[in-house]
């Protein structure tokens, strides 16, 4: 009897051991960081490279995610949808990834969640904003951290609305998915809150072009009370600082996207007037979130700058993707999805969730005029408005006649 037990004893321990042994052995889990590191984009991801390093350190140091470490494999899609659809192709068959992410251009982003959709692998975006992606070809394993093209837009026409001086709109716009889309979703929804408005027929810029002298005196030559320009960031500093020599800001306004980065690239350049912007995650309007003012405080401690729209957009999506891991308590795809359209995060930007239909968190964008600010060294957006999504997200219904629209 007592040998029975002496032996019953050891297997038990040998079964404890060995299952110590296995979740100790478990593989990691394996992050495909496909971005655009280069090309028209390569300015916009630094920020974003830098904060998801310094959240994947983080959460490696706490123990990973359900005992596992996280392993990141970076790939540059050098802004090339061609590229991005082979690094990702690549990250998913060869170096079997649990999750990619990583993309800036919308070109991009549709060329890479085609192949998400094609593995059924978890696919998620920070930058990259293309309604396109959650409407006509969202697939299940898709999901947007900011607000998509069509939101910031509704956003900036909501600010537009509200300068009843401002009767005559130009649409200045890169030639491209993302500036066509916002043009659009922008002209539509003034027109709505404000069918006094003349908005006219956009004005295409080159994807990569620097000398915008043409564009510039195109728009000046319409004489409009304020422009609507669908520009980032390299393009839109050109903008910004050959607009002066025109003597642009003293004939009319520039309503654009105005993220950290843009505002930290302009330093005195910035015209003293007439600037007003819509910004994703703008890290000095978040201070008085606990967990915004300890991020924006670390990341200024370790890269000696503070972090700009795409790193507060990506470590907040990180940490999503992080508690959806802990909620799944797995990282097979059907489970992470489940859990993405069912939690409740407290990110930096508040209590975050993502919509099932199409993917689409519930991301807030701001708006306002661009000033100084002595506690900076750069001008911010002053007197800003918080637009909530629940202003700006397409309903479910309109979502559903858009894909029918589509087929």
Known sequence: MAL?????????????????????AQEPIRIGYAADMSGVCGSLVDGATNAFRMGVEELNKGGGLIGRKIDVIERDTKTRPDEGAKEVRDLIVNHKVDLVTGVCSSAVLLAETAVSGEFKVPFYTTIGATQTANVEKWQPYYWQVGPNALMEAVAAAEYVARNKSWKKI?????????????????????????????????????????????YITAVLAQKPDAVFGAIFGGGLV?????????????????????????????????????????????FFLML??????????????????????????????????????????????????????????????????????????????????????????????????????????????QIKAWRAAAR
């Open 4 to 24: 029975k037990k002496v032996q019953l004893c050891l297997a038990t321990l040998v079964a404890s051991c060995s299952l110590t042994f296995q979740v100790s």
């Open 170 to 214: 130009v649409p200045l716009a890169y030639d491209y998915e993302w500036g066509h889309t916002s043009v659009k979703a922008f002209s539509e929804h003034l027109k709505k809150l404000r069918p006094d408005v003349e908005i006219t027929t956009m004005v295409p810029v080159k994807l990569g072009e620097t000398n915008l002298t043409s």
């Open 238 to 282: 050109n903008l910004v600082k050959q607009d002066k020599s025109f003597g642009f800001f003293e004939q009319t306004n520039l309503v654009t996207l105005t993220t950290v980065d843009f505002l930290q690239s302009m330093g005195n350049d910035m015209p003293a007037k007439g600037m007003h912007g819509f910004a994703r995650a703008p």
């Open 288 to 397: 008085d979130n606990a967990k915004a003012k300890t991020f924006s405080a670390a990341y200024k401690a370790r890269y000696n700058k503070d972090p700009d729209d795409w790193a507060v957009l990506t470590y907040d999506g990180l940490m999503f993707y992080a508690e959806a891991v802990k909620q799944a308590k797995s990282v097979k795809p059907d489970d992470v999805m489940k859990a993405v359209a069912s939690i409740k995060y407290s990110g930096l930007r508040g209590n975050m969730t993502v919509r099932g239909l199409d993917g689409q968190m519930n991301a807030p964008s701001w708006v306002g005029a661009i000033g100084k600010d002595p506690a900076y060294p750069y001008m911010v957006l002053k007197d800003s408005v918080r637009v909530e999504a629940a202003q700006t997200m397409p309903t479910e219904a």
